[in-house]
């Protein structure tokens, strides 16, 4: 099993719901990334996704488009996020990193040298937003000879078509968005999800996280009521831009600790 796949064995195991938190890398600058990544583990968390800086992320609301901006003004490009990937393994073997972004930096890299490069850096999945099923067959399946998972999103307007569509080639988890737009501009609809995760599950035999409009403790644990796991970016971002960079890890281990204690309740 991929480490992806044994995180979330592991959960139903235990019978607890997935902590997802994302983070830009690169924001606020490149040196605290990895510490971020140390923190949100020590916080609860059961896997990171970790964005990839892009100039034009179309899925992203305003906050992670500043961190994705200022990530690149510190000059944080994919192989730099790759090196980082690389650093966290030194310390973590266990903990399931997906890299989050936009298929531009991956065509210019070369669909093989990227897959080589993400695997020697212990990178588990990824999730590239504007790459749609019919679109990604061939980096699935290199992804998959690499024994690591092409997570794909579903949303409120997803057809059955394209459900049973993403359901053939995604592995790990998918990826549930719960509300039409961009990601940090309004609050998760748990009555919306309620009806629309068993809609995936019709077709989708790996587990479904939430994301999108989750903003506390108590959205995250109402949304885990009826999905796997929980996803939460915005908020976390939010939260670094409002915190100075000596207190950020700490600022952040403590708000992912009072999410993951409320889903364990």
């Given at each position: 099993m991929?480490?992806?796949?044994?995180?979330?064995?592991?959960?139903?195991?235990?019978?607890?719901?997935?902590?997802?938190?994302?983070?830009t890398a690169g924001?606020?600058?490149a040196e605290l990334t990895v510490p971020l990544m140390q923190g949100l583990v020590e916080?609860?968390?059961?896997?990171?996704?970790?964005?990839?800086?892009?100039?034009?992320?179309?899925?992203d609301g305003p906050v992670i488009q500043r961190a994705s901006e200022q990530a690149l003004r510190n000059?944080?490009?994919?192989?730099?996020?790759?090196?980082?990937?690389?650093?966290?393994?030194?310390?973590?073997?266990?903990t399931p990193v997906v890299l989050m972004g936009y298929a531009n930096p991956i065509e210019r890299m070369g669909l093989d040298a990227f897959v080589a490069a993400a695997k020697a850096a212990g990178v588990d999945g990824v999730l590239v937003v504007d790459y749609p099923p019919e679109e990604c067959v061939e980096l699935a399946a290199k992804m998959r000879v690499a024994q690591m998972d092409t997570i794909f999103l579903l949303a409120p307007t997803s057809t059955e078509e394209r459900i049973r569509e993403v359901a053939e080639i995604a592995s790990g988890y998918?990826?549930?968005?719960?509300?039409?737009?961009?990601?940090?501009?309004?609050?998760?609809?748990?009555?919306?999800?309620?009806?629309?995760?068993?809609?995936?599950?019709?077709?989708?035999?790996?587990?479904?996280?939430?994301?999108?409009?989750?903003?506390?403790?108590?959205?995250?644990?109402?949304?885990?009521?009826?999905?796997?796991a929980v996803v939460i970016g915005s908020?976390?971002?939010?939260?670094?831009?409002?915190?100075?960079h000596e207190n950020a890890v700490s600022a952040v281990k403590k708000f992912i600790s009072g999410v993951r204690t409320a889903l364990d309740e």
């Open positions: 991929t480490r992806i796949q044994t995180c979330f064995a592991r959960l139903a195991e235990q019978k607890k719901k997935g902590l997802i938190p994302f983070i924001f606020p600058n916080g609860g968390a059961d896997l990171i996704e970790l964005g990839i800086p892009f100039s034009d992320p179309m899925a000059g944080v490009r994919l192989l730099d996020v790759l090196a980082m990937v690389a650093d966290f393994r030194r310390s973590n073997q266990e998918i990826y549930c968005v719960a509300l039409k737009g961009v990601t940090g501009t309004s609050a998760a609809d748990s009555d919306v999800v309620g009806q629309l995760v068993p809609r995936i599950k019709e077709y989708v035999k790996v587990p479904v996280g939430v994301g999108f409009g989750i903003r506390d403790a108590q959205a995250a644990r109402a949304i885990a009521e009826v999905s796997d908020r976390i971002i939010q939260e670094l831009e409002n915190t100075v």
